[in-house]
């Protein structure tokens, strides 16, 4: 079995984009082996309201277990509770470039966005590398937008090895082959996000039955009138296609054959997410009665991460001359 580890941060709503994209494949390859974390330091590179980073990482917590991650089977923590992620980041740091962080799209993207530019915002996927190098991670499971730092990850490894000796294990990216990146259902130009620009373009994984619905119909897509599977020509339509090819583990170009009108595929994506998100709702509703549960589990899931990060930290420590305490 691959060791996975993979990471979500807890700022603003789920939606159906991480499920797709990240969230249905780390369910379907959970093993003993697999660890998974609520990524609360990445969170506090964008605007932090404490109360909110606080109450997003229990409900993102919650959010894990409601798709279907079993803490009997794999390990989810958080990652502030297991302090070798801050301190391995920080050996990584010396070891990455000024300008391969400042090349790192999403660091373009998000720095242009803001007034003010953190230190965190660029040093961000070297915490991401650090995150994954502790487990010795073989296989990272993640959306088409973690392309880029994963290959940021995987030359800070090779660096490691080749300066200091063999340290940390070379991981390889696992993305989807469908809706590995699903685009703004108002915008299909621009992927969907947790941000609060695009509440329309955005379904989220508790939006109840009505509102579901309601956001698939008035899905943007053109005025050809024709379902046929055109990612480019045709951006709004490969969407919802993508969607509900993604949902019946099918090819969206077989998916479009069985379409002729716009309406009625957007009746099917919608019937197909109300069917997909109903179980996971009803789920959290139950969780969310007994966070002193979760809180439980959270705290066994950092021991046992805790065990497993303290040893490859030592390691890297080690290799880079640190004297031992
Ligand atoms: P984030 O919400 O940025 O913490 O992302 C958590 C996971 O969801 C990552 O693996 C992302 O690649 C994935 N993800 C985020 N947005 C999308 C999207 N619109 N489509 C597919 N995957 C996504
Ligand atoms: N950067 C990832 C995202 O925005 C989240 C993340 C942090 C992550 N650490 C990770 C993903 C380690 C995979 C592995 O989606």
């Not at 937008?145 to 080749?162: G, I, K, S, Y």
């Not at 899931?301 to 004297?323: I, K």
Request: with cysteine; proline share 5%; charged share 25%.
């Amino acid at each position: 079995m691959a060791r996975i580890f993979s990471g979500i941060q807890p700022s603003g709503q789920l939606h159906i984009g991480n499920y797709l994209g990240a969230l249905r494949n780390w369910v379907r390859e959970q093993n003993d082996d697999a660890l998974y974390c609520v990524v609360d330091l990445h969170a506090l590179t964008e605007d932090v309201d404490p109360a909110e980073v606080r109450r997003g990482s229990l409900e993102l917590a919650v959010g894990l277990l409601a798709v279907g991650l079993d803490p009997e089977v794999c390990t989810i923590f958080v990652q502030s509770h297991v302090p070798e992620h801050a301190r391995l980041s920080w050996l990584l740091e010396c070891t990455v470039t000024y300008g391969e962080l400042t090349r790192m799209t999403q660091f373009k993207d998000k720095s242009k966005r803001g007034d003010v530019v953190r230190g965190g915002l660029l040093t961000y996927p070297v915490l991401m590398a650090a995150d994954i190098f502790l487990y010795n991670t073989e296989v990272v499971p993640v959306g088409d937008d973690q392309r880029q730092h994963m290959e940021l990850t995987r030359v800070l490894a090779e660096r490691f090895n080749n300066r200091f000796g063999e340290t940390f294990v070379v991981p390889e990216a696992m993305v989807p082959t469908f809706a590995a990146r699903v685009m703004d259902l108002q915008d299909p130009t621009r992927k969907m996000s947790k941000s609060e620009l695009s509440p329309q373009g955005t379904v989220n994984m508790y939006d109840d039955a009505d509102t579901v619905a309601r956001k698939v119909r008035r899905a943007v897509t053109d005025t050809d009138g024709e379902v046929r599977w055109d990612r480019e020509g045709k951006p709004g339509v490969a969407n919802l296609l993508e969607i509900l090819a993604a949902l019946g583990d099918e090819d969206p170009k077989a998916v479009a054959e069985r379409y002729e009108t716009y309406g009625a595929l957007k009746d099917d994506v919608a019937g197909a997410l109300i069917e997909a998100l109903a179980p996971i709702r009803a789920r959290r509703d139950e969780l969310l009665e007994d966070p002193a549960v979760v809180r439980a589990l959270l705290a066994r899931g950092a021991d046992r991460a805790g065990e497993m990060a303290s040893v490859t930290y030592a390691r890297a420590a080690a290799a880079m001359g640190l004297l031992a305490p």
